[in-house]
DNA sequence: AACGGTGTTCGGCAATACAGAACGGACATT
DNA sequence: AATGTCCGTTCTGTATTGCCGAACACCGTT
């Protein structure tokens, strides 16, 4: 999956795809055989490996089958990893407090070379679960957040990004025209936060606003997502005006506490 | 660390303490000198399984130094394991609930073994964070969803499980003796809930109760933690009829939506 | 009862992951 | 400014070890 330019462990790389192919399978687990084939090693060399990611709770078993699930590793580790790192800890806080305030999910997502990706969130009380996965790029140009990250990138930087991502389309009013985007950025940088007006998924509104470490550098940003029925251009305004508040505390907190910048 | 009878992938073992290493390491990260002294490894094989790893997500690389810090992969297989956990999915909706009744933090762990392994927490509003780690063994006698399992067991499991646990003191409320702990599991059975009055954690009181799947095993409870003083009789008294209506709620949705067994 | 489908075990070869030394750069010290 | 020490990185050889394929054992079905 992912390639880079250097030395790396081949039977560790296996290892990895087979955790992200049970992760991603089928809800009630894969069996050896079925795992092998998807991957196409020999049976005993996968069956090692298997063994060592559910000696380690990666994975874990479940007869009969015996087929493999996700192991509660998983859940330790991103937990784990959620509960240090610097910029969750200071933001969450915020956006629960946020959530309250508006009844609407909030999210952060890291600014990660102009792409976002969402690292935490919290869920409005409403009955709409949306599937927001986190700890992924996403795409920059279909919600608020990854716009309002673009919109502090220098014209180079977007241009780069959205050759490399393309401009996908995802309904029918997402921006699939550079042209269209630079001026769409241009409008986000005039107000201060960007909107997702049912560009990612029908009937989704959000809004989104960046905050800085203390270099000035854009290191991602915060936004609120909820149904489109429920936006008038009032709330929108005043929804805008609040993320911007918000994203504004988060920076104020990381200058506060010396946040580290991130890397490249 | 885990210990398995059969074949297993030395280096993929490995690559997964230095996750572990990395993830529980320093707030600012771990250098490759750092790293490969704390293993035992050469560092050119190190660097090669860190690469690995940096490539799949699992660490990521801040500058300078450069140091090895937790990477998003990590919060995003969490947050996936979690999605696709069916306890979790049942239960979410009912601990928010109970949460926001009680303004108390409410968890849910599995019964792992005898064993209570939280897999889900809703915090409560208050100021006070605790820092309770996911997806791992907790010990089963100082905690009331770790009691509550245990009163659901066997003699000859129970003391199977205090034996290999060991009735370790954690304050001075702590059952150490197996006369007192079997009494108090029979009270337990009696009233239906568990307590934990400053047993693991001085100032921190906890109910607990357990849910069972569709052939009446016990997979598991849910547990409410607040502070000691808050706590009443009466409170206790009307906590516990909650957390069980809470808990009889879980298996209710279990029964309705035929969760799988647990492995074992 | 025999077959297709499992998961598991066992040798043997070759790939490959490891160790160690040498290089090059950054920083601090003198 | 020069030197020394630490770091990360690269390289090459060696032997470890992880892989394959076949054979075995086990259910369920036909």
Request: glycine fraction near 6%.
């Given at each position: 999956m992912a390639q880079s330019s250097a030395p790396s462990v081949g039977s560790v790389a296996r290892a990895l795809d087979l955790v992200e192919l049970i992760v991603g399978g089928p809800e009630n687990g894969m069996t050896l055989s079925e795992i092998a084939k998807a991957v196409g090693g020999s049976k005993s060399a996968v069956l090692a490996t298997l063994r060592t990611l559910v000696d380690f709770g990666y994975l874990r078993i479940v007869d009969p089958g015996p087929k493999y699930l996700p192991g509660m590793m998983l859940i330790r580790l991103g937990d784990l990893a959620s509960a240090r790192d610097p910029l969750i800890t200071i933001a969450r806080p915020l956006l629960e407090e946020l959530s309250a305030k508006s009844g609407l999910t909030i999210r952060v997502a890291r600014n990660d070379g102009g792409y976002p990706v969402f690292i935490y969130r919290v869920d409005g009380p409403g009955f709409v679960r949306f599937h927001t996965p986190l700890g992924i790029r996403e795409l920059?140009?279909?919600?608020s957040a990854g716009k309002a990250i673009l919109a502090e990138l220098t014209d180079e930087e977007i241009e780069s990004v959205v050759k490399e991502s393309g401009l996908i389309s995802r309904t029918k009013n997402s921006i699939t025209k550079v042209a269209e985007l630079k001026k769409e950025l241009e409008h986000i940088r005039k107000v201060g936060f960007a909107t997702d007006?049912?560009?990612?998924?029908?009937?989704i509104f959000c809004v989104g606003a960046t905050f800085f470490d203390h270099f000035g550098k854009c290191i991602g940003a915060i936004s609120a997502t909820g149904v489109?029925?429920?936006?008038t251009d009032a709330q929108v305004s005043s929804l805008g005006k609040l993320i911007i508040k918000y994203a504004d505390r988060v920076t104020d907190e990381i200058h506060g506490r010396k946040i580290s910048r991130r890397a490249r």
């Open positions: 920059p140009h279909v919600s007006d049912e560009e990612d998924a029908q009937g489109k029925t429920d936006m």
